[in-house]
C-alpha cells in the first residue's frame, strides 16, 4: 500500500458530509438501494456518453459514501485511458489494475491503496498499456471481480466513456449493475440515448442516471434519475 501526498482533490463527501451536493450523493446511495429488490448491485460499473462529464467525480463520491455508512468498499479505476483515481486521492504511486493483470506475480495486498477515508480503498489503474480492452474483457479480469467482491462489500468502478471506447462495454458482463453520468451542460439528448442502447445489448441492468453540472437554488448538482 502506497502513502499519499498532499495534493489530492477535494471530494465534497469527504470535506463536508452534510452539504447539499453530499446529501444528492446519498439520495444517490439509497436509490441504489431501494432499486436492489430483484438485483444484487454489489459491483457497479460508472460510465458516461462522452469525456469530461464527471464520471470519475460522481464515482469517488459514490464510493465516499458507500465507506461512511460503514460498508467496506474498493473504487476501482478502470479507464486505462485517461486515468484520475491516483491524482484524485494524492497517490505517489500509481500501481494498480494494469500490473494484476500482466504480471502472475503481483498480489491484490500489494496495489490496494488505503485512502483517508475508513472502510475505503482504491485500487488504481496502474500503468498505461497498449491494449487496456484486452486486458478488462479478459477472463483474468473476470475473476479478479470475483475475488474482490468476496473481499469488499461495495465495489465501485470508474470506467471509460462508452462513445469514446468498448472498454465499459466489455466490463458488464462481470458486474451487477451500471450507472449512466450525463452533463446537463454538455451531453446531447441523441448520446445519451445512443450510450443507453449500447448498454442495453449488454443486457446489464441499468440502475439509473445521474445528471451532472444542475444549478438549482440549493446548489445541489448531482441527481440519481
Known sequence: MSKQNTNKRKLITAINPSSPISEQFKTLRAGIHFSSVDHDYKSILVTSPEPESGKSTVSANLAICYAMQG?????????????????????????????????????????FHQTDIENLMVLTSGALVPNPNELLASKKMEQLIKDFSSEFDQIIIDTPPILASSDALVLTPYVEGAIVVLRSDKTLKERA???????????VPIIGTVLNRVKNNSNSYYYYQ
Not at 82 to 107: A, V
Not at 196 to 203: D, F, I
Open 71 to 111: 460498508n467496506k468498499t474498493l473504487l476501482i479505476d478502470a479507464d486505462m485511458r485517461k486515468p484520475t483515481s491516483h491524482r484524485t486521492f494524492g497517490i505517489h504511486y500509481n500501481i494498480g489494475l494494469s500490473h494484476l493483470l500482466t504480471d502472475s506475480k503481483m498480489e491484490m495486498g500489494d496495489v
Open 193 to 203: 440515448k445512443t450510450a443507453v442502447k449500447q448498454l442495453q445489448k449488454t443486457h
